[in-house]
Protein backbone atom coordinates (compact mmCIF):
# COMPACT_ATOMS: atom_id res chain seq x y z
CA UNK A 1 0.00 0.00 0.00
CA UNK A 2 1.25 3.35 -0.76
CA UNK A 3 1.90 5.68 2.45
CA UNK A 4 1.55 9.44 1.04
CA UNK A 5 2.13 12.37 3.40
CA UNK A 6 -1.42 12.69 4.33
CA UNK A 7 -1.79 8.59 4.88
CA UNK A 8 0.71 9.52 7.54
CA UNK A 9 -0.80 11.95 8.80
CA UNK A 10 -3.40 10.03 10.46
CA UNK A 11 -4.14 6.45 7.89
CA UNK A 12 -6.08 7.36 4.49
CA UNK A 13 -8.96 9.55 4.47
CA UNK A 14 -11.10 11.42 1.97
CA UNK A 15 -10.58 14.74 1.64
CA UNK A 16 -13.74 17.09 2.70
CA UNK A 17 -14.63 20.16 1.15
CA UNK A 18 -14.85 23.08 4.22
CA UNK A 19 -18.00 25.09 3.79
CA UNK A 20 -17.73 28.83 4.36
CA UNK A 21 -20.14 30.98 5.47
CA UNK A 22 -20.46 33.47 2.37
CA UNK A 23 -22.95 31.32 1.17
CA UNK A 24 -25.06 31.28 4.87
CA UNK A 25 -28.24 33.82 4.51
CA UNK A 26 -27.77 36.92 6.35
CA UNK A 27 -30.03 36.69 9.24
CA UNK A 28 -30.78 38.75 13.09
CA UNK A 29 -28.77 38.34 15.32
CA UNK A 30 -31.06 38.36 18.04
CA UNK A 31 -30.74 35.53 20.61
CA UNK A 32 -32.78 32.19 19.57
CA UNK A 33 -36.57 32.38 20.76
CA UNK A 34 -36.27 30.03 24.03
CA UNK A 35 -35.36 31.13 27.49
CA UNK A 36 -32.42 29.77 29.62
CA UNK A 37 -34.92 28.19 32.15
CA UNK A 38 -35.89 25.95 29.18
CA UNK A 39 -32.23 25.02 28.02
CA UNK A 40 -32.15 22.57 25.45
CA UNK A 41 -28.56 21.10 27.58
CA UNK A 42 -29.98 20.50 30.28
CA UNK A 43 -32.16 17.19 29.22
CA UNK A 44 -29.36 15.59 26.52
CA UNK A 45 -26.56 16.03 29.23
CA UNK A 46 -28.82 14.26 32.17
CA UNK A 47 -29.33 11.65 30.00
CA UNK A 48 -26.22 10.76 28.08
CA UNK A 49 -24.64 8.61 30.71
CA UNK A 50 -21.36 9.87 31.03
CA UNK A 51 -19.99 10.31 34.18
CA UNK A 52 -17.44 13.29 35.29
CA UNK A 53 -17.82 16.93 34.13
CA UNK A 54 -19.47 18.13 30.98
CA UNK A 55 -19.98 21.53 29.84
CA UNK A 56 -21.35 23.07 26.54
CA UNK A 57 -21.39 26.59 25.43
CA UNK A 58 -23.38 28.33 22.07
CA UNK A 59 -22.28 31.85 20.76
CA UNK A 60 -22.63 34.51 18.34
CA UNK A 61 -19.77 35.11 16.48
CA UNK A 62 -20.26 38.40 15.38
CA UNK A 63 -21.42 39.54 19.13
CA UNK A 64 -19.76 36.69 21.86
CA UNK A 65 -23.07 36.79 23.34
CA UNK A 66 -24.24 33.69 25.25
CA UNK A 67 -26.97 31.97 23.40
CA UNK A 68 -26.75 28.59 25.06
CA UNK A 69 -24.39 27.26 27.70
CA UNK A 70 -24.52 24.37 31.02
CA UNK A 71 -21.34 23.90 32.71
CA UNK A 72 -19.14 26.58 30.98
CA UNK A 73 -17.49 28.03 34.09
CA UNK A 74 -15.80 24.01 34.38
CA UNK A 75 -11.92 23.88 33.74
CA UNK A 76 -11.32 20.64 32.00
CA UNK A 77 -8.52 19.49 29.88
CA UNK A 78 -8.66 20.55 26.28
CA UNK A 79 -7.11 17.50 24.90
CA UNK A 80 -6.39 18.41 21.15
CA UNK A 81 -9.28 21.37 21.00
CA UNK A 82 -5.29 22.85 22.13
CA UNK A 83 -4.26 22.66 18.90
CA UNK A 84 -7.02 25.66 17.51
CA UNK A 85 -5.26 27.96 19.94
CA UNK A 86 -1.83 27.09 18.58
CA UNK A 87 -2.77 27.42 14.56
CA UNK A 88 -3.56 30.84 15.17
CA UNK A 89 -0.78 31.75 17.66
CA UNK A 90 1.74 30.30 14.76
CA UNK A 91 -0.12 31.93 12.20
CA UNK A 92 -0.10 35.16 13.86
CA UNK A 93 3.59 34.74 14.79
CA UNK A 94 5.38 33.24 11.88
CA UNK A 95 2.94 34.27 9.17
CA UNK A 96 0.63 32.45 6.81
CA UNK A 97 3.25 31.57 4.20
CA UNK A 98 6.45 30.63 6.70
CA UNK A 99 7.80 27.43 5.45
CA UNK A 100 10.26 25.46 7.13
CA UNK A 101 13.50 24.62 5.40
CA UNK A 102 15.75 21.76 6.06
CA UNK A 103 19.25 22.32 4.47
CA UNK A 104 22.58 20.78 3.18
CA UNK A 105 26.07 22.64 4.41
CA UNK A 106 29.15 22.07 3.52
CA UNK A 107 32.08 22.95 5.50
CA UNK A 108 35.04 22.83 3.70
CA UNK A 109 36.23 23.81 -0.27
CA UNK A 110 34.43 21.80 -3.13
CA UNK A 111 36.88 20.88 -6.03
CA UNK A 112 35.72 19.05 -9.35
CA UNK A 113 32.67 17.45 -7.45
CA UNK A 114 34.57 16.93 -3.98
CA UNK A 115 33.87 18.36 -1.24
CA UNK A 116 37.20 18.23 1.25
CA UNK A 117 35.28 18.47 4.20
CA UNK A 118 32.64 17.79 6.03
CA UNK A 119 29.05 17.45 5.54
CA UNK A 120 26.26 18.36 7.24
CA UNK A 121 22.33 17.79 7.09
CA UNK A 122 20.09 20.84 8.90
CA UNK A 123 17.16 21.16 9.99
CA UNK A 124 15.39 23.93 10.67
CA UNK A 125 12.61 22.34 12.88
CA UNK A 126 10.20 21.03 9.97
CA UNK A 127 7.47 18.22 11.27
CA UNK A 128 6.33 17.13 8.30
CA UNK A 129 9.09 16.52 6.62
CA UNK A 130 9.17 12.74 4.97
CA UNK A 131 11.45 10.19 3.31
CA UNK A 132 10.41 10.92 -0.17
CA UNK A 133 11.66 14.63 0.50
CA UNK A 134 15.22 13.33 1.80
CA UNK A 135 15.20 11.58 -1.13
CA UNK A 136 14.94 14.24 -3.39
CA UNK A 137 17.29 16.37 -1.10
CA UNK A 138 19.74 14.16 -1.89
CA UNK A 139 18.87 14.28 -5.77
CA UNK A 140 19.22 17.70 -5.62
CA UNK A 141 23.10 17.79 -3.98
CA UNK A 142 24.46 15.37 -6.93
CA UNK A 143 22.87 17.68 -8.94
CA UNK A 144 24.38 20.80 -7.35
CA UNK A 145 27.67 18.46 -7.94
CA UNK A 146 28.43 16.52 -5.45
CA UNK A 147 30.08 13.35 -5.74
CA UNK A 148 32.30 12.42 -2.76
CA UNK A 149 32.86 13.76 0.70
CA UNK A 150 36.25 12.93 2.16
CA UNK A 151 35.11 14.34 5.67
CA UNK A 152 32.64 13.29 8.29
CA UNK A 153 28.85 13.67 7.69
CA UNK A 154 26.83 15.31 10.64
CA UNK A 155 23.65 16.25 11.51
CA UNK A 156 22.22 19.11 13.68
CA UNK A 157 19.14 19.49 15.06
CA UNK A 158 19.45 22.22 17.20
CA UNK A 159 16.79 24.81 16.07
CA UNK A 160 14.42 24.20 18.36
CA UNK A 161 15.02 23.10 22.13
CA UNK A 162 14.65 19.24 21.75
CA UNK A 163 12.58 17.07 23.93
CA UNK A 164 12.51 13.41 24.82
CA UNK A 165 8.45 13.31 24.28
CA UNK A 166 5.42 16.05 24.88
CA UNK A 167 4.09 13.69 27.74
CA UNK A 168 6.17 11.90 30.28
CA UNK A 169 2.83 10.13 31.71
CA UNK A 170 2.56 8.66 28.37
CA UNK A 171 3.43 5.05 27.67
CA UNK A 172 6.96 4.68 25.87
CA UNK A 173 5.75 3.12 22.70
CA UNK A 174 3.28 5.49 21.56
CA UNK A 175 3.60 6.84 18.29
CA UNK A 176 1.56 9.96 18.83
CA UNK A 177 4.19 10.75 21.47
CA UNK A 178 7.36 11.84 19.86
CA UNK A 179 10.53 13.35 20.11
CA UNK A 180 10.34 17.12 19.30
CA UNK A 181 13.63 18.34 17.78
CA UNK A 182 14.89 20.59 14.92
CA UNK A 183 15.57 17.70 12.69
CA UNK A 184 12.56 15.58 12.48
CA UNK A 185 11.23 12.82 10.18
CA UNK A 186 8.05 11.08 9.40
CA UNK A 187 6.52 12.93 12.67
CA UNK A 188 9.11 10.80 14.44
CA UNK A 189 8.33 7.46 14.04
CA UNK A 190 9.80 4.23 12.67
CA UNK A 191 7.89 1.35 10.91
CA UNK A 192 7.53 -1.62 12.31
CA UNK A 193 6.31 -4.75 10.47
CA UNK A 194 6.05 -8.30 11.59
CA UNK A 195 5.56 -11.48 9.90
CA UNK A 196 5.36 -15.11 11.26
CA UNK A 197 7.93 -17.15 9.23
CA UNK A 198 8.02 -21.39 10.74
CA UNK A 199 8.02 -20.73 14.46
CA UNK A 200 9.26 -17.83 14.90
CA UNK A 201 8.84 -13.60 13.51
CA UNK A 202 10.84 -11.74 11.26
CA UNK A 203 10.57 -8.21 12.08
CA UNK A 204 11.62 -5.36 9.77
CA UNK A 205 11.94 -1.52 10.58
CA UNK A 206 12.01 1.36 7.86
CA UNK A 207 11.54 4.71 7.28
CA UNK A 208 8.74 4.06 4.63
CA UNK A 209 6.67 7.23 3.10
CA UNK A 210 5.07 7.31 -0.37
CA UNK A 211 7.67 5.63 -2.91
CA UNK A 212 10.48 4.05 -0.08
CA UNK A 213 11.27 2.11 2.68
CA UNK A 214 14.71 2.26 3.46
CA UNK A 215 15.46 -0.02 6.17
CA UNK A 216 16.86 1.64 9.09
CA UNK A 217 19.29 0.25 12.19
CA UNK A 218 19.04 3.46 14.41
CA UNK A 219 15.88 1.81 15.66
CA UNK A 220 15.83 -1.99 16.36
CA UNK A 221 13.54 -4.67 17.75
CA UNK A 222 13.31 -8.14 19.77
CA UNK A 223 10.66 -10.31 19.76
CA UNK A 224 10.62 -12.13 23.49
CA UNK A 225 8.76 -14.55 25.37
CA UNK A 226 6.28 -12.41 28.06
CA UNK A 227 2.67 -11.82 28.43
CA UNK A 228 3.48 -8.11 29.89
CA UNK A 229 4.32 -5.37 29.02
CA UNK A 230 3.90 -5.31 25.24
CA UNK A 231 6.76 -3.15 24.35
CA UNK A 232 9.79 -2.27 26.39
CA UNK A 233 12.06 0.40 25.37
CA UNK A 234 16.20 1.04 26.01
CA UNK A 235 18.17 3.98 24.60
CA UNK A 236 21.43 2.59 23.28
CA UNK A 237 22.80 6.05 22.82
CA UNK A 238 22.79 6.04 18.82
CA UNK A 239 20.00 3.76 18.50
CA UNK A 240 16.78 3.29 20.40
CA UNK A 241 15.94 -0.68 21.50
CA UNK A 242 12.67 -2.22 21.18
CA UNK A 243 11.58 -5.62 22.82
CA UNK A 244 7.78 -6.88 22.07
CA UNK A 245 6.35 -9.78 23.25
CA UNK A 246 5.79 -12.61 21.22
CA UNK A 247 1.93 -13.39 22.93
CA UNK A 248 0.71 -10.03 21.14
CA UNK A 249 1.75 -10.39 17.79
CA UNK A 250 -0.37 -12.28 15.72
CA UNK A 251 0.51 -13.93 12.38
CA UNK A 252 1.57 -10.62 10.53
CA UNK A 253 1.20 -6.81 10.65
CA UNK A 254 2.60 -3.49 11.50
CA UNK A 255 2.51 -0.22 13.84
CA UNK A 256 4.54 3.01 14.33
CA UNK A 257 7.01 3.29 17.01
CA UNK A 258 8.20 6.44 17.88
CA UNK A 259 12.07 7.45 17.12
CA UNK A 260 13.78 8.73 19.73
CA UNK A 261 16.77 9.47 17.94
CA UNK A 262 15.24 11.44 15.07
CA UNK A 263 18.22 13.15 13.90
CA UNK A 264 20.55 10.41 13.28
CA UNK A 265 17.46 8.23 12.16
CA UNK A 266 17.02 11.03 9.63
CA UNK A 267 20.78 11.03 8.73
CA UNK A 268 20.96 7.39 8.04
CA UNK A 269 18.03 7.28 5.67
CA UNK A 270 19.85 10.72 4.17
CA UNK A 271 23.15 8.67 3.69
CA UNK A 272 21.04 5.63 1.91
CA UNK A 273 19.66 8.15 -0.96
CA UNK A 274 22.77 9.73 -1.21
CA UNK A 275 24.66 6.66 -1.63
CA UNK A 276 21.98 5.79 -4.07
CA UNK A 277 23.69 8.72 -5.85
CA UNK A 278 27.43 7.36 -5.82
CA UNK A 279 28.06 10.05 -2.59
CA UNK A 280 29.46 7.59 0.10
CA UNK A 281 28.83 9.20 3.64
CA UNK A 282 30.12 7.89 6.71
CA UNK A 283 27.50 7.02 9.70
CA UNK A 284 26.06 10.59 10.81
CA UNK A 285 27.05 11.99 13.87
CA UNK A 286 25.18 15.19 15.99
CA UNK A 287 26.83 18.31 15.93
CA UNK A 288 26.39 20.89 18.23
CA UNK A 289 26.55 24.19 15.95
CA UNK A 290 26.87 24.94 12.11
CA UNK A 291 30.63 26.42 11.71
CA UNK A 292 30.17 30.01 10.86
CA UNK A 293 31.89 29.52 7.16
CA UNK A 294 29.91 27.13 6.39
CA UNK A 295 28.10 26.84 3.18
CA UNK A 296 24.73 26.03 1.98
CA UNK A 297 24.59 23.94 -0.66
CA UNK A 298 20.73 22.85 -1.07
CA UNK A 299 17.17 23.00 0.38
CA UNK A 300 13.93 22.18 0.55
CA UNK A 301 11.22 23.46 2.00
CA UNK A 302 8.12 22.93 4.24
CA UNK A 303 4.62 23.29 2.33
CA UNK A 304 3.02 26.93 3.56
CA UNK A 305 2.46 27.65 7.24
CA UNK A 306 -1.34 28.16 6.34
CA UNK A 307 -1.71 24.58 4.70
CA UNK A 308 0.64 23.09 7.61
CA UNK A 309 -2.04 24.20 9.68
CA UNK A 310 -4.86 22.82 8.15
CA UNK A 311 -3.61 19.34 8.11
CA UNK A 312 -3.02 19.43 11.73
CA UNK A 313 -6.39 20.27 12.77
CA UNK A 314 -7.17 17.43 10.05
CA UNK A 315 -5.16 14.77 11.52
CA UNK A 316 -4.79 15.92 14.93
CA UNK A 317 -0.62 15.36 14.67
CA UNK A 318 0.79 16.17 17.93
CA UNK A 319 4.29 17.11 16.86
CA UNK A 320 2.80 19.71 14.20
CA UNK A 321 1.71 21.59 16.76
CA UNK A 322 4.81 21.34 19.50
CA UNK A 323 7.34 22.37 16.35
CA UNK A 324 4.76 25.20 15.42
CA UNK A 325 3.94 26.56 18.57
CA UNK A 326 7.69 26.44 19.82
CA UNK A 327 8.73 27.69 16.13
CA UNK A 328 6.48 30.81 16.91
CA UNK A 329 7.85 31.52 20.17
CA UNK A 330 11.64 31.05 19.20
CA UNK A 331 11.02 33.67 16.50
CA UNK A 332 9.27 36.33 18.92
CA UNK A 333 11.91 36.38 21.61
CA UNK A 334 15.14 34.90 19.49
CA UNK A 335 15.47 32.45 21.82
CA UNK A 336 14.66 28.61 22.32
CA UNK A 337 12.40 28.24 25.11
CA UNK A 338 11.31 24.70 26.86
CA UNK A 339 7.97 23.30 26.37
CA UNK A 340 6.08 24.59 29.56
CA UNK A 341 7.39 27.83 29.13
CA UNK A 342 6.43 27.99 25.46
CA UNK A 343 2.94 27.05 26.14
CA UNK A 344 2.56 29.43 29.12
CA UNK A 345 3.64 32.46 26.86
CA UNK A 346 0.73 30.77 24.14
CA UNK A 347 -1.54 30.86 27.19
CA UNK A 348 -0.93 34.66 28.04
CA UNK A 349 -0.80 34.98 24.14
CA UNK A 350 -4.87 33.64 24.28
CA UNK A 351 -5.48 35.61 26.65
CA UNK A 352 -4.77 39.03 25.80
CA UNK A 353 -5.91 37.88 22.56
CA UNK A 354 -9.52 36.87 23.68
CA UNK A 355 -9.46 39.73 26.53
CA UNK A 356 -8.77 38.11 29.42
CA UNK A 357 -9.37 34.38 29.41
CA UNK A 358 -7.10 32.36 31.65
CA UNK A 359 -5.78 29.48 30.19
CA UNK A 360 -3.67 26.70 31.29
CA UNK A 361 -1.40 24.98 28.60
CA UNK A 362 0.80 21.85 29.39
CA UNK A 363 1.87 22.17 25.68
CA UNK A 364 0.58 23.00 22.47
CA UNK A 365 -0.87 19.92 21.31
CA UNK A 366 -3.07 19.35 24.02
CA UNK A 367 -1.42 15.69 24.69
CA UNK A 368 -0.68 16.75 28.55
CA UNK A 369 -4.25 16.49 30.64
CA UNK A 370 -2.50 18.82 32.81
CA UNK A 371 -3.98 22.14 30.74
CA UNK A 372 -7.02 23.47 31.57
CA UNK A 373 -9.46 25.85 29.69
CA UNK A 374 -13.21 26.48 30.62
CA UNK A 375 -15.64 25.72 27.70
CA UNK A 376 -16.42 29.63 28.64
CA UNK A 377 -12.98 30.60 27.70
CA UNK A 378 -12.52 28.74 24.93
CA UNK A 379 -15.56 30.36 23.30
CA UNK A 380 -14.79 33.89 24.11
CA UNK A 381 -11.47 32.55 22.23
CA UNK A 382 -13.67 31.11 19.39
CA UNK A 383 -15.52 34.58 19.28
CA UNK A 384 -12.65 36.67 19.75
CA UNK A 385 -11.92 39.68 16.72
CA UNK A 386 -10.50 38.41 13.56
CA UNK A 387 -10.24 34.64 14.88
CA UNK A 388 -13.18 32.85 12.66
CA UNK A 389 -11.84 34.59 9.71
CA UNK A 390 -8.74 32.60 9.98
CA UNK A 391 -9.61 29.32 12.34
CA UNK A 392 -13.03 28.81 10.27
CA UNK A 393 -12.18 27.89 6.86
CA UNK A 394 -8.89 25.25 7.46
CA UNK A 395 -11.02 23.41 10.56
CA UNK A 396 -12.29 20.16 9.80
CA UNK A 397 -15.35 19.42 8.11
CA UNK A 398 -17.96 17.27 10.83
CA UNK A 399 -20.92 15.47 9.72
CA UNK A 400 -23.64 15.98 12.30
CA UNK A 401 -25.24 12.64 12.93
CA UNK A 402 -28.66 10.90 13.09
CA UNK A 403 -29.42 8.62 15.88
CA UNK A 404 -28.46 5.57 13.76
CA UNK A 405 -25.13 7.12 13.44
CA UNK A 406 -25.70 8.08 9.57
CA UNK A 407 -24.62 11.29 8.57
CA UNK A 408 -27.39 13.76 7.53
CA UNK A 409 -27.36 15.24 4.20
CA UNK A 410 -29.61 18.32 5.51
CA UNK A 411 -26.75 19.91 6.95
CA UNK A 412 -24.36 18.80 5.21
CA UNK A 413 -21.03 21.58 5.98
CA UNK A 414 -22.69 22.88 8.40
CA UNK A 415 -19.67 22.12 11.30
CA UNK A 416 -16.07 23.25 11.00
CA UNK A 417 -14.46 22.21 14.28
CA UNK A 418 -11.55 20.65 16.08
CA UNK A 419 -12.18 17.50 17.80
CA UNK A 420 -9.73 16.91 21.21
CA UNK A 421 -9.94 12.71 22.10
CA UNK A 422 -8.16 11.28 25.14
CA UNK A 423 -9.18 8.30 27.34
CA UNK A 424 -12.03 9.56 29.52
CA UNK A 425 -11.92 12.91 27.27
CA UNK A 426 -13.73 14.13 24.42
CA UNK A 427 -13.84 17.49 23.11
CA UNK A 428 -15.30 19.55 19.93
CA UNK A 429 -14.97 23.46 19.38
CA UNK A 430 -15.24 25.20 16.59
CA UNK A 431 -18.23 26.92 14.35
CA UNK A 432 -21.47 25.58 13.15
CA UNK A 433 -24.25 27.11 10.43
CA UNK A 434 -27.36 27.22 12.75
CA UNK A 435 -30.79 25.93 11.67
CA UNK A 436 -31.87 29.71 11.26
CA UNK A 437 -28.71 30.47 9.58
CA UNK A 438 -26.70 32.37 12.10
CA UNK A 439 -22.88 32.01 12.20
CA UNK A 440 -21.87 30.83 15.60
CA UNK A 441 -19.12 29.74 17.66
CA UNK A 442 -19.41 26.15 20.35
CA UNK A 443 -17.93 24.53 22.46
CA UNK A 444 -18.62 20.80 23.82
CA UNK A 445 -16.37 19.73 26.76
CA UNK A 446 -16.54 15.96 28.33
CA UNK A 447 -14.39 14.38 31.00
CA UNK A 448 -13.92 11.96 33.77
CA UNK A 449 -10.73 12.69 35.79
CA UNK A 450 -11.12 10.48 38.41
CA UNK A 451 -11.17 7.41 35.83
CA UNK A 452 -8.78 8.95 33.85
CA UNK A 453 -6.39 8.39 36.52
CA UNK A 454 -7.62 4.92 37.61
CA UNK A 455 -6.87 4.19 34.07
CA UNK A 456 -3.48 5.07 34.00
CA UNK A 457 -2.59 2.59 36.49
CA UNK A 458 -3.30 -0.57 34.04
CA UNK A 459 -0.84 0.56 32.10
CA UNK A 460 -2.83 -0.03 28.53
CA UNK A 461 -3.50 2.17 25.55
CA UNK A 462 -7.15 2.01 26.18
CA UNK A 463 -7.82 1.21 29.94
CA UNK A 464 -11.15 -0.50 30.69
CA UNK A 465 -14.13 1.38 30.29
CA UNK A 466 -12.55 4.21 28.07
CA UNK A 467 -13.96 3.05 24.74
CA UNK A 468 -17.90 3.55 25.84
CA UNK A 469 -17.37 6.47 27.50
CA UNK A 470 -15.64 8.01 24.70
CA UNK A 471 -18.39 6.49 22.38
CA UNK A 472 -20.98 7.99 24.61
CA UNK A 473 -19.91 11.21 24.66
CA UNK A 474 -19.43 11.30 21.00
CA UNK A 475 -23.36 10.77 20.99
CA UNK A 476 -23.67 13.78 23.01
CA UNK A 477 -21.94 15.88 21.06
CA UNK A 478 -24.13 14.77 17.87
CA UNK A 479 -27.23 14.90 19.62
CA UNK A 480 -25.99 18.55 20.49
CA UNK A 481 -24.94 19.08 17.06
CA UNK A 482 -28.41 17.64 15.51
CA UNK A 483 -30.31 20.59 17.53
CA UNK A 484 -27.59 23.12 17.43
CA UNK A 485 -27.83 22.77 13.57
CA UNK A 486 -31.75 21.22 12.59
CA UNK A 487 -33.62 22.75 15.71
CA UNK A 488 -34.80 18.81 16.62
Known sequence: MRLTRRAMLMGAASSCATATWADAPMTSRRPLARPFSDNILVPLIATSGLSGDVGAVLADVQTGEIIESYGAEMLQPPASVAKAVTALYALEHLGPDYQFETAIFANGSINDGVLD?????????????????LADLAQRLRAAGITQVTGAFYVWDDALTNLDEIDDSQLDHLGYNPTITGLNLNFNRVHFEWKREGGDYATFMDARSDNYRPAVTT??????????????????????????????????????????????????????????HGIRLSAPKEIGAIPADATQVVAIQSEPLTEMMRAMLRYSTNITAEAAGLTATTMQTGQKWGLRASSARMARWAGRRADGIAPVFADHSGLGD?????????????????????????????????????????VAGAVQAKTGTLNFVSNLAGYLRAHDGRKLAFVIFASDMVAREIGKLEGSEQPSGARSWNRAAHRLQHRILRYWTTGV
Open 219 to 276: SRIRVTDRDDPVFTYNDLGQADQWTVARSALNNAGSRWLPVRHPALYAGEVFTTFARS
Open 117 to 133: GDLILSGGGDPNLVTDQ
Open 370 to 410: AARVTPADMAQFLTAPDVAETLHPIMKDIPVRDRNGDALAS
